[in-house]
């Protein structure tokens, strides 16, 4: 695997590539963003992975200082799954100046988790857009856990023509439903006990909504509420339409989507599960 940490040196080795795919991520990689790598290949000849923790989609109450940089234990990894390359720039690379030009989503940017992250998806926008032109792929994957972050991407690569095709990953679960994720380092063995009651709870709403249950509201406010009486700090539980997280205008849509995200302990947990009425999933 070749290592690379600035930006003439990255599209320098990407010259003579073809069937370019690639995979960003922030590092401090677990099973989830390995089966990303896994799949990669499958879509193309070069498969190509980003580290770089983006300060410009954390707030001022997020994780950023302390967000877990594991470099070496990462390359190892990306070795042993089959990466070609590794695009690991500092923040001096990748933002030589300050960043005054950004990607400004729509209003689905302020709702859900922008909602309680002021300013993410905007900086989750700008900094894949960055990437985007400097690794040029034909295809780019993203884990469906992030669903919001998924959404965003997809419909901001249509909207600015870009030739790339989204690929969104299915979420890479413990044997016990726990979405895996970076931030399950932050919980106490007594709170990652209990923190697969998230995935319960979204998996019920999708149970309850095929089994003909339309009464969306009461869904969503008995699953916040199972939640904070087990010590939770719910920041919502929704159920939205897929295609552009609007709540449902009407009790027969066909594809749905349940999201929630909370705080255990100092974890901030996000999980979805998509619902589809036809019977498929």
């Known amino acids: 695997m070749q290592i690379y940490s600035t930006i003439p040196e990255m599209r320098t080795a990407l010259k003579s590539r073809e069937g370019i795919v690639f995979v960003p991520t922030m590092g401090n990689l677990h099973a989830g963003h390995i089966a990303l790598m896994t799949r990669a290949r499958s879509h193309g000849q070069t498969v190509v992975v980003s580290i770089f923790v983006n300060r410009l ?8 200082d302390r967000y877990p940089r594991t470099f070496a234990a990462d390359c190892a990894q990306l070795e042993a799954a089959g990466v070609d390359l590794l695009f690991a720039p500092g923040e001096t690379d990748l933002y030589p100046e300050a960043q005054q030009y950004h990607v400004d989503p729509p209003e689905i940017q302020h709702q859900l988790d922008g909602h309680f992250r002021p300013g993410h998806f905007r ?6 857009l960055k990437l985007f032109n400097i690794v040029q792929p034909q295809v780019a994957l993203f884990g469906k856990k992030d669903y919001q972050q ?3 991407l997809r419909n901001m690569t249509r909207q600015l023509a870009l030739p790339i095709d989204i690929v969104g ?3 890479v679960r413990a044997d016990d439903g726990l979405a895996l994720s970076s931030r399950n380092a932050y919980l106490s063995p007594a709170e990652r006990a209990e923190a697969p009651r998230l995935y319960r709870l979204l998996d019920g709403m999708r149970r309850a909504v095929r089994a003909g249950e339309r009464d969306f509201a009461r869904l969503e406010r008995e699953a916040a509420a199972e939640l904070d009486r087990h010590g939770w700090k719910t920041d919502y539980v929704a159920l939205r339409r897929q295609a552009d997280l609007q709540p449902p205008e009407h009790a027969e849509e066909r594809s749905l989507v349940a999201l929630g995200a909370s705080r255990l302990g100092t974890a901030r947990l996000i999980d979805n599960v998509e619902i589809e009425l ?3 999933r």
Do not use: C, K
Not at 57 to 64: A, I, R, S, T
Not at 123 to 128: I, P, Q, S
């Open 278 to 280: 036809d019977g498929s």
């Open 150 to 152: 998924l959404m965003v």
């Open 123 to 128: 900086g989750v926008a700008t900094v894949v």
């Open 169 to 171: 990953s299915e979420t």
């Open 57 to 64: 989609q954390f707030g001022p109450n997020d994780d950023f």
